[in-house]
């Protein structure tokens, strides 16, 4: 079936669609009720069905006699180290570590903390959790203790699951040390911190609270999974929203698997068996989607990479790893092909290799420049994909559906929305605009399965940040247009989150640290462009008057105490000291204009700023400092 013939019965019958595909999963319990609603008209998907997504995940294949495939190949340049983990030895670390968490109390309902780098027993974990209905909040390992400890108290884990330490290139990361300073800081004390050490030199203090995983492992039996409802949680996953306070999206079970598995095979075109590999990290959206439950539900081999698209050891590895375990499809986002791009240009690492294995590759995370599409089409000879979603749909929205129909590519649009998807472009009024014009991105209801079911503990942000701006349909947060053939471009966020090197960040959370210096009066944090990460994050400061400490001693302290409080994903390097920062008459930063001429973008002055001289100020502090080259026209 053709591309617009799917993708209408989709969204003109969808209760039809999704049991048609909620069929090709072995439920305990097939629904009977496939599109529910809640009291907001929000959608509820096949709420009488019983499921277990470890089960689908493991046994399942093993039951159908794949037992012996690869279920994970974990390549790690960083300790060379590459293991083949079959869909039986995933069986046996999942069951018995199900069994030791159960030993230790963790019962379906709990909810548990996994802070683990990309390493095997990062995916044993979510799999036993999943196993025993216990819902999973993985956070980032490049995530502060004191960002861990907001979100312990937060989702209240019984247990943490974390290992002695992390590898970034040749540093070594102390996860279980972070994790104790998390819980000095943190209301909430968790039961249990089960540690894996990886034996790596580093010093672990004991702590009461700490159960060794290797011990745990061996002394369980392994433990049957537990049927769950099609709305159980699955896992919670913290992102970035436009407060300091960070939101857990909440995963349900069985319309997640339904939709992943549809995904894997209409969007992706794998079939079972297929070596499929997404370069990413478990603590992120495309990690718990397409490491873990995507290819595991598709019986697909799944790559764990431990490493980076460059200084792992060069920019030869992504090459040499798709060659190397036969990857057919790959997904990674646009800023790690920009960093290989830096550092061979001419794609010399790529002839190196035979890759007629691979048939797609995808991009998502962040908007893909048209000069990275077509050096990777250029250089791999194979359709580039590039594709849109957000931790909230949990699976692509736009994308060129690859398994149903290959369209032709416009550079700069992530194409036409997915199945289940019908999503428009909107004024501030909440009318559909016309080709061409820009407005807001907003999926009409009802958001097909597998979408955030709500915010942990807070429905009231739920509403009021997704439903309540435009009646009817859910709110994306970002900007973007359909031209008259249809294909959706996204143009970016409208609201103050920034995407850096594809992890979302919030800066409304960088702004509270910084304004809590000493010497800070005022401050501002928002995007600007980045050559290499899409955009970093750039900090202006108005300090105290009568400060003495030097400004380099200031900004160098702010600097510092980001990466401490938020984590080294936060990335911000660049703080400059002002004299006053541009605000409207009642006293609002006028953060866009703050970031349009930094980026050298055309702009309007706006007639409420209460100094237009400001301006002037401010470009002579970005040319002493080289954050961008203005140029733009300027109209009052
Ligand atoms: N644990 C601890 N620290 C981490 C970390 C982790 N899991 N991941 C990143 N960091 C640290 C990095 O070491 C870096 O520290 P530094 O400032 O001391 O160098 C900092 O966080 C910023 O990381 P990042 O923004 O990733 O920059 P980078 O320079 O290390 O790497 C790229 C740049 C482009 C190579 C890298 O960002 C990349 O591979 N991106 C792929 C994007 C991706 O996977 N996105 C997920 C969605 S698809
Ligand atoms: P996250 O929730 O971390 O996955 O980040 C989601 C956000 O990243 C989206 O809301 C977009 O702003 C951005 N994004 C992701 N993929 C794309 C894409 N293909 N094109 C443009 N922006 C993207």
Redesign the pocket.
Known sequence: MKYQDLYSKSINEPGEFWRNQADNLAWYEKPSTILGKDEYEYPQWFKDGKLNVSYLCIDKHIEDGFGEQNAIIYDSPVTNTKQFITFNQLHQEVARLAGGLHNLGLEKGDTCVIYM??IPQALYAMLACARLGVIHSVV????APHELAIRIDDCKPKAIITASN?I??E?I?PYKPFVDEAIVEAMHKPEHVVVYDRSLGVDIPNKPYDVNYTELVSKSEPIAPVAVESNHPLYILYTSGTTGKPKGIIRDSGGYATALKFSMKHVYGVEEGDVYW????V?????HSYIVYGPLLNRNTTVLFEG????TPDASTFWRVISEHQVKVM???P??I??IKKEDPEGHHIKRYDLSCLKYQFL???RCDVATLSWTEQHLNVPVIDHWWQTESGWPMLANMAGVELMDVKPGSASFPVCGYDIQVLSEEGKEVASDVEGYVAVKLPMPPGCLLNLWGNPERFKSGYLNKFPGYYFSGDGGYKDEDGYVFITGRVDDIIN????RLSTAEMEEVVASHPSVAECAVFGVHCD??GQKPLGLVVLKSGTKISEETITKGIIKDV?REI?????L?DVLVVNRLPKTRSGKILRKLLRNISDDLKYNIPSTIDDVNIISEIETVYKKHQIGIHKSEISI
């Not at 997404?278 to 990290?281: I, Q």
């Not at 603590?283 to 990690?287: D, H, I, S, T």
């Open positions: 780098p990309m980032f390992g490049g995530f992390g970034e290139i540093r990361i997404a370069a990413s990290d603590g992120w959206v495309v990690g980076k698209p460059i200084k997904f990674t986002a800023t790690a920009r960093a998502a995370g962040e850096v090197a594809g992890h290499l990460k990466r984590g080294a994903v936060a990335s390097k």
